[in-house]
């Protein structure tokens, strides 16, 4: 299944252009949110209509056009990609991106990118036999980049040969294949915390925080697209359970530790909740309002971080917390990391100038004991992202240790 992974489609000019529009039904029917980007010789074959009502998205044609550069910048159609395919990939778009010419959008953001391409070449067999068709694929190979097909059988103009653009289906499954040969935590048990907790005053009331779950569900849907067996324990949100992520929905802080402590032993812990420190002494029946306001008596709750990272042998290998602050961020944040007991901490800024809180971005600095690395404002997914790509590269280094 491909929920969740975002392809960028670059359409170029041959007659199995039309094959390509079957293959955005067939990424989209699997899961896979589709952005095409098409050649003007691949315009002549199909229409960029056509790839834009099965994609249900803006289709990018032009380079140079004011509206599309200002509303989608070349560079971030292949950011926002997790995989470029190249379906038909023709001689001539093949040869462009082993000489790096960039002289249209598709040959641009292919140079532009170092997102992985996979290619689905078609042509004649005369050009697909060609010596330097077949050199320039064997350098492409050696870059790193991939390839289905082409496949043998009846070619266009009553030829024969090899030639013919893999079928849509054998794309999807490639498509697939590449997602999981790249499943970096294949194995590893996650464990996330995710939202705001929600505590009771009596029956009716509560109080809780403006965590939004936007970061918490972005991390868990990250780590699950790496390939962990990812349990999400959730206050309550709006957001969608992520695809592919065991979810457990809690309220209360310690309905989201006693979740969190079935869940042990696991290989990596990542506390992105905005628990509450405090839960009120809660009223059997509902307050009523007579006299004076009633005073709210708060007693404190239990650190579903700290108890989590000093769980003894069923502490997870990584804990990672976050620091939500609005004062001398990375001091504080050391600060927690040390008494918490986590490895690592984002501590990220939640002031209400920031936007943090409930918003699609974030600012964060990731905290261990030696090093603080800022990684600049970024979408929350793509936070995920990174944060998922370093637990990876946390585990990769201790297997060879
Ligand atoms: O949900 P969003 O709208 O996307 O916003 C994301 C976020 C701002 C909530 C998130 O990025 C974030 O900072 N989460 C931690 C919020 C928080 O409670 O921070 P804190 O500094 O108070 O707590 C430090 C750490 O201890 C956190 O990992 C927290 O999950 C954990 N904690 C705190 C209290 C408690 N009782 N138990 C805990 O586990």
New binding site residues.
């Given amino acids: 299944m491909l929920h969740g992974r975002r392809i960028l489609l670059v359409i170029a000019g041959g007659i199995a252009a039309y094959k390509s529009l079957e293959l955005i039904r067939r990424l989209r029917e699997r899961g896979a949110a589709v952005r095409c980007v098409m050649t003007a010789a691949a315009q002549r074959f199909v229409t960029p209509l056509a790839a834009q009502t099965l994609s249900a998205d803006r289709v990018y044609t032009d380079l140079f056009s004011l509206t599309e550069e200002n509303e989608m910048g070349h560079l971030r159609l292949s950011q926002e990609a997790d995989l470029i395919v190249v379906a038909p990939a023709t001689a001539d778009l093949i040869a462009k991106l082993v000489a790096g010419l960039a002289d249209d959008l598709a040959s641009t953001v292919l140079i532009a990118s170092d997102k992985p391409i996979l290619l689905a070449p078609a042509m004649n067999t005369r050009m697909w036999a060609n010596a330097a068709t077949q050199a320039n694929v064997a350098l492409l190979e050696k870059r790193g980049v991939t390839r289905i097909g082409p496949e043998a059988g009846p070619l266009a103009e009553a030829e024969s040969g090899v030639g013919r653009m893999a079928e849509p289906d054998a794309i999807a499954n490639a498509v697939e294949a590449h997602f999981v040969a790249h499943a970096a935590l294949r194995g590893r048990k996650a464990l996330v ?4 907790t929600e505590e009771a005053i009596d029956p009716v009331r509560y109080i809780a925080n ?7 569900h972005a991390i868990a849907a990250a780590l699950a697209r790496l390939g962990a067996d990812t349990v999400l324990v959730s206050g309550p ?1 709006r957001e969608a359970d992520p695809p592919g992520v065991r979810v457990i929905h809690v309220r209360s ?1 310690r309905e989201m530790l006693a979740a969190c402590e079935a869940q042990l032993p696991a290989d990596v812990a990542v ?7 405090w839960r009120v002494e809660t009223a059997a029946q509902k307050l009523k309002k007579k006299g004076a306001p009633p005073a709210l008596k708060l007693v404190e ?6 108890t989590v990272a000093r769980a003894g042998n069923r502490r997870p290998r990584l804990v990672v ?5 609005t004062e001398n961020l990375v001091a504080a944040a050391q600060e ?1 990391r040390v008494k ?1 007991g ?1 490895d690592w ?2 501590a ?1 800024d ?1 002031s209400a100038a920031s936007g ?4 699609g971005s ?1 600012d ?1 600095r990731l905290v261990d004991g030696r090093s603080v690395e800022a990684w600049g404002r970024l979408s ?1 997914r793509d936070v995920g992202e990174r944060l998922a790509a370093r637990i990876a590269q946390f585990f990769d280094r201790k297997a060879a240790e």
């Fill in positions: 915390t995710s939202g705001p403006r965590s939004s779950g936007k970061q918490g949100t802080a506390c992105a909740a905005a628990v509450a420190d709750n239990p650190d579903i971080l700290a917390g976050f620091a939500a602050e927690k918490k986590c901490i984002l990220n939640v943090v809180f409930g918003g974030n964060v929350k």
